[in-house]
């Protein structure tokens, strides 16, 4: 099947600095997601890409989904302590959706 | 609304043991699944449902039945538990597209299994 591969595995940054996370694969999606995770909660949607080559901002967050469909970038600008958590990218293909393995921020104020 | 629902939150079963776990969603989603998630490998489906009387296995189904008779909830069974099925379980849903697919996720159900 699917194998997404995200990275870095873990982030530890400076308030206030920028961060960049990716995810690539092997197969093509037609969706790109990225989600956050905070500790014993679920994962909720940070921004959705649904076209190759788009690029959407929600806030101080940007991502871009890739021309080769195969692979999806996240970048936080600024960041505060409250980005802190796990990132995970999802790609999705019909009814079937994958996840990276995700990458674990920690900001340091 | 209260989104996704899952109970219970907390699950200690003995390796045979069966059990249940409850998912529900007060949104009227057509579309609803279940993911593992164990640590370092994120997310993997191991069933979904499409609506009311259809069910699908995704990337890990084995060891694992579901059912779905009303569009509200989808429940996951552990037939026979092993340990090797020692997780956090999350049950998600959302409205079907053609291309959409932006999951609600539940709280999560994290089972132990000895």
């Known amino acids: 099947g699917q194998q997404l591969n995200q990275s870095p595995q873990s982030m530890f940054i400076q308030e206030g600095e920028d961060v960049s996370m990716n995810c690539t694969s092997s197969s093509i999606f037609n969706t790109w997601l990225w989600y956050k995770q905070e500790p014993g909660e679920g994962p909720v949607l940070l921004i959705a890409l649904y076209k190759a080559g788009e690029l959407t901002s929600n806030g101080r967050l940007t991502a871009q989904f890739g021309i080769t469909r195969k692979d999806s970038f996240l970048n936080i600008s600024a960041s505060i302590p409250s980005d802190v958590g796990i990132y995970f990218c999802a790609g999705q293909l019909s009814n079937d959706m994958r996840f990276g393995a995700g990458t674990r921020l920690t900001v340091k104020p | 609304n209260a989104g996704v629902t899952q109970t219970p939150k907390f699950q200690v079963l003995k390796t045979g043991q069966s059990m249940t776990l409850q998912c529900a969603q007060d949104?009227?989603?057509?579309?609803m699944s279940w993911y593992r998630q164990d640590p370092g490998m994120g997310l993997r489906l191991i069933h979904y449902?499409?609506?009311?009387?259809?069910?699908d296995q995704g990337e890990v189904p084995n060891g694992y039945n579901v059912s779905r008779s009303t569009t509200e909830d989808f429940p996951l069974r552990l037939l026979s538990a092993a340990p090797s099925q020692t997780s956090v379980y999350f049950c998600a849903s959302s409205y079907p597209h053609a291309t959409v697919r932006e999951q609600f996720f539940g709280p999560g159900t994290r089972l132990t299994v000895l």
């Open positions: 449902s499409v609506g009311a009387g259809i069910t």
């Open positions: 949104m009227n989603h057509e579309y």
